[in-house]
């Protein structure tokens, strides 16, 4: 359980949160923006999720992707083996104007109960740095860069697996065919140890071969010179990234192999990355976790109290 569910929920209402917070200074799309990432309420649990048809919706969306990958075959549970659990994962994906572009369900495998040596392997995998972000955008904003943000979609399926790894049958997926089945995966899946590793040497293959050279100081920065003296900039966290630079062209070329390779969703100008909202004006980039903060403060019941 998250700890702040452990420690007890506060309640307060002598400070109203809307007292001491305002979008007056927002343009009108971006305060569109805002309101709409906070509205939406997110199921808990794929029992949730099946009163919604939106919510059904993305979590068939989700199976026909699993199975259209070949992601696993239903068998009988060697003596030897356990299978790790799983969980459904609820997300929502906006529009740069702040629309509801699609209802997100994402299916996790329980790696933590995996075994070393037994299930998985090496599992180390790069992070963006939040600092070469902010280099990043500094640069955009300094430079008059374009930022473009990219969605891999069922990222962690594009990696390999090549461990022999057993996973329970899904909630909501049980049939009296499956009974007493379980899943041996073949392809990675979001949540093993080793999913990360596998999707990004995958990504750092591809990328290189488009003759991008990667940063020894994060290695989730990838650089390209063009002859012309431009640039074009790729970082990725996860199934996100971001595209930048001064060659336009390139980028959009760039967009359009990546798509070759991937299942990518073009989301236009950077909005949402890592929990920060990002607006952009003639006067700069604001970055803005305000989300991410009035999330925290709802969770522990502190919506209500005194700020500092």
């Not at 060697?78 to 699609?102: E, H, L, M, Q």
């Not at 990696?159 to 379980?182: C, H, Q, R, W």
Request: net charge positive.
């Amino acid at each position: 359980m998250p700890i702040a569910w452990r420690k007890g929920v506060r309640s307060c209402t002598q400070h109203p949160i809307g007292n001491f917070i305002s979008y007056d200074k927002l343009s009108p799309t971006f305060r569109a923006f805002t309101s709409s990432i906070t509205e939406i309420q997110v199921p808990q649990n794929i029992q949730e999720a099946f009163k919604y048809p939106k919510w059904k919706a993305a979590v068939d969306e989700e199976v026909r992707a699993l199975e259209k990958n070949g992601t696993w075959e239903i068998t009988d549970l060697p003596r030897s083996k356990k299978p790790v659990g799983c969980k459904w994962i609820f997300t929502v994906k906006y529009k740069a104007d702040g629309n509801v572009d699609r209802y997100k369900a994402r299916l996790v495998a329980k790696g933590f109960t995996q075994s070393y040596g037994i299930d998985y392997q090496e599992t180390f995998a790069p992070v963006a740095k939040l600092n070469t972000v902010r280099v990043l955008l500094s640069l955009a904003a300094n430079l008059d860069w374009s930022l473009h943000q990219l969605d891999v979609k069922n990222a962690f399926l594009n990696g390999d697996l090549e461990e022999e790894v057993y996973m329970d049958i899904p909630a909501g997926l049980e049939t009296t065919s499956n009974f007493n089945k379980v899943c041996r995966l073949r392809k990675s899946l979001y949540g093993l140890k080793q999913s990360p590793r596998a999707w990004f040497e995958r990504f750092t293959k591809v990328v290189k071969g488009y003759g991008f050279v990667q940063c020894q100081s994060d290695h989730t920065l990838f650089v390209k010179h063009f002859p012309e003296g431009k640039l074009a900039i790729i970082i990725v966290y996860v199934d996100d990234i971001i595209l930048t630079g001064d060659h336009e062209e390139k980028i959009d070329l760039l967009k359009k192999l990546l798509t070759k390779e991937f299942e990518i969703k073009d989301l236009g100008n950077l909005k949402y990355f890592l929990g920060m909202e990002i607006a952009r004006s003639k006067k700069g980039i604001a970055v803005s976790q305000r989300k991410y903060v009035l999330d925290l403060l709802n969770e522990t019941g502190m919506l209500g109290c005194k700020p500092a």
